[in-house]
């Protein structure tokens, strides 16, 4: 059964970029959506975005102009990049292989 | 965006006792492919969401008969025909068809 864990710092500054990565285990990356998705805390779970394999990517529109989702198939792993951060991006963010399997979650909070 | 509404936000259920969740969509689910792409999770406390239900009333790997969902088009429900103490966290539905994917407000179930 495919595995996720996603990995990067708990702790960003406003204006700053968040950079997570997803690192996959029990299966190959190369098939299947690989997805972000986040959940502030104490709230619901908003949709970041998804990549396929070949590179191919979709984004949530509310997220759209400061997101980048990336994937290196030689290590198993896909990434994410939140650019310009403020306080409102504070979120335990999941990786998975929507909609079946998902990572345990990471917490990153932006404060300076 | 789709939005999915819930309700009830919060559940209190005797165990042994039925439960049952609504989740209305703005849009139909129904692709053309003929599968409709509603999703059913449960996050329990300090956990990422797993997967119950997919395409309506399919129940995922190891998920107890107890659960089963049910609908179409833009009006679901999952039902738990007898609640038991591991069933206690926040439910959600999720739609899948329409970019970007989006989830329900999640409704709470705590035990009596």
């Known amino acids: 059964q495919v595995q996720l864990q996603e990995s990067g710092p708990g702790l960003v500054k406003p204006s700053e970029t968040l950079s997570l990565t997803c690192s996959v285990s029990?299966?190959?990356?190369?098939?299947?959506?690989w997805s972000w998705i986040r959940q502030p805390p104490g709230k619901g779970l908003e949709w970041i975005g998804y990549?396929?394999?070949?590179?191919?990517?979709n984004y949530n529109p509310s997220l759209k102009s400061r997101v980048t989702i990336s994937v290196d198939t030689s290590k198993n792993q896909f990434s994410l990049k939140v650019r310009s951060v403020t306080a409102a991006d504070t979120a335990v963010y999941y990786c998975?292989?929507?909609?079946?399997?998902w990572g345990q979650g990471t917490l990153v909070t932006v404060s300076s | 965006d789709i939005v999915m509404t819930q309700t009830p936000l919060s559940l209190s259920v005797t165990p042994g006792q039925p439960a049952s969740i609504s989740c209305k969509s703005s849009?139909?689910?129904?692709?053309?492919?003929?599968?409709?792409?509603l999703y059913w999770y449960l996050q329990r406390p300090g956990q990422s969401p797993q997967l119950l239900i997919y395409?309506?009333?399919s129940r995922f790997s190891g998920v107890p008969d107890r659960f089963s969902g049910s609908g179409s088009g833009t009006d679901f429900t999952l039902k738990i025909s007898r609640v038991e103490a591991e069933d206690v966290g926040v439910y959600y539905c999720?739609?899948?068809?329409?970019?970007?994917?989006?989830f329900g407000q999640g409704t709470k179930l705590e035990i009596k």
């Open positions: 998975a292989r929507a909609p079946t399997e």
């Open positions: 029990g299966g190959s990356i190369s098939s299947y959506f």
């Open positions: 990549i396929y394999y070949s590179g191919s990517t």
């Open positions: 849009q139909s689910l129904l692709h053309s492919d003929g599968k409709t792409y």
């Open positions: 395409e309506v009333s």
């Open positions: 999720m739609q899948g068809i329409h970019l970007p994917n989006t």
